[in-house]
């Protein structure tokens, strides 16, 4: 071992991904070991697996994806306030930051309250989301006395997509203008100006935007109330209904795998894929005109990396805008890959997401920063 080591803890809403890090001398992080499991997973047993031959007190810190820190957004220590305050926002994000909190504990359970635990949000990269953007049109007093506002979400992968993308483009990133998609089981769109979010499709919870594997998405909120009036649906049942038997599962009535909808015959699973595919549309022209123009379009998650189909349905027939996709190369794109024909004014891209590596990024600038004061 030429360094120290770094667990990332990147607990989703249906997956979990431990990565066990060397910190090298030299200023390299280097990625030792990444489990990726579904369902249950005994956490003890997984940090064993990860950490290998390595002992629990080589590693010098532990960094976890938090979905929603509410009033936390830059990356943060956990201590007894940071953890009261995720608790807290879990009211807005019940599938996410429960599964986040269990391994926090499990984390300090296993490695010890020497090793500093790091809390990185997601909502982090919209923290500084224009107003224009953030502001819910409702009674002010409501929006302040609460804290209603678009918060964001997916932001360690938005902030990978657009990394990625600066990367191979160089100084040219610095004003540009682009517009990226993160479509896996949460689904979310961003766009963004010289790095900095401009507007986002989720909201005060995960649940706003795109339709999603078990989530539904933008809804009229007068639809609830009559659900609520006519149906006699508690906030509690509404809210199980809207985060895990909506968006796809719930239009196909079979499943919220993309592969197996794609594959289906059925007419139900038709209608989910082609609903799916035309609210990402929609937002993307939306998002391009709230940016005046778009440099490129980037499409990332376990859905836009992998199905053609889907990205050519999305980001197909905008020559209007000036995106023109080639066929074969979105066919064949595997890894990161450019997708357009280069003749349009705007670029289409597919990368993998990498919210590791960021996370263990920010958390040891967090820290760093909590060594020097």
């Known amino acids: ?18 990565g066990v890090w060397s910190l090298e001398r030299s200023g390299r992080r280097r990625l030792r ?6 369902g249950e997973l005994e956490p003890h047993e997984a940090f064993l697996k990860g950490l ?20 936390l957004t830059a990356p943060s220590i956990i201590d007894d306030a940071a953890l009261a305050e995720i608790e807290r926002a879990s009211r807005l994000a019940p599938l996410h930051n429960p599964p986040s909190l269990a391994w926090i504990r499990e984390a300090r359970s296993f490695f010890g309250p020497a090793v500093p635990e790091v809390a ?4 982090g990269f919209f923290a500084d989301l224009p107003a224009v953007a953030a502001t819910y049109a409702l009674p002010r007093d409501l929006n302040v006395s609460h804290g209603l506002r678009r918060y964001g979400f997916h932001g360690l992968a938005h902030e990978s997509l657009w990394r990625s993308w600066a990367a191979e483009r160089g100084g040219r990133a610095a004003s540009a203008r ?7 089981s949460g689904c979310s769109m961003a766009a963004i100006e010289g790095g900095r979010p401009r507007d986002t499709s989720m909201g005060l919870t995960p649940l706003e935007g795109l339709v999603m594997g078990t989530r539904s998405g933008d809804i009229d909120p007068g639809l609830l109330l009559f659900l609520q009036r006519e149906a006699g649906l ?13 968006g796809l599962l719930g239009l196909s009535g079979t499943s919220a795998d993309m592969r197996v909808l794609l594959a289906s ?16 549309r929609k937002y993307l022209g939306a998002f391009i005109a709230a940016l005046g123009g778009a440099d490129a379009v980037i499409v990332g998650g376990g859905i836009g990396e992998n199905s053609p189909e889907v990205r050519a349905r999305i980001l197909g027939r905008m020559e209007w805008c000036g995106l023109q ?9 595997r890894g990161a890959t450019r997708i357009d024909d280069t003749r349009g004014r705007i670029e289409a891209w597919v990368f993998p997401t990498d919210e590791e590596t960021l996370l263990v990024e920010h958390a040891v600038l967090a820290v760093e920063r909590a060594r020097d004061t």
């Open 120 to 123: 990185i949000f997601d909502t």
């Open 325 to 333: 996709l080639d066929a074969d190369a979105n066919a064949k794109a």
């Open 33 to 38: 070991a990444l489990h990726v499991a579904r």
């Open 178 to 184: 682009v517009v990226t998609l993160q479509l896996g």
């Open 234 to 246: 508690s906030a509690d049942a509404l809210e199980r209904i809207l985060d895990e038997r909506s």
């Open 265 to 280: 015959e059925d007419p139900d699973a038709r209608l989910a894929v082609s609903v799916f595919c035309y609210r990402a």
């Open 1 to 18: 071992m030429t360094g120290p080591l770094a667990v990332t803890v990147n607990a989703g809403s249906s997956s979990l991904r431990l």
């Open 52 to 71: 290998d031959s390595s002992r629990p007190d080589d590693v010098a810190f532990v960094a976890h994806r938090v979905v929603h820190g509410r009033a």
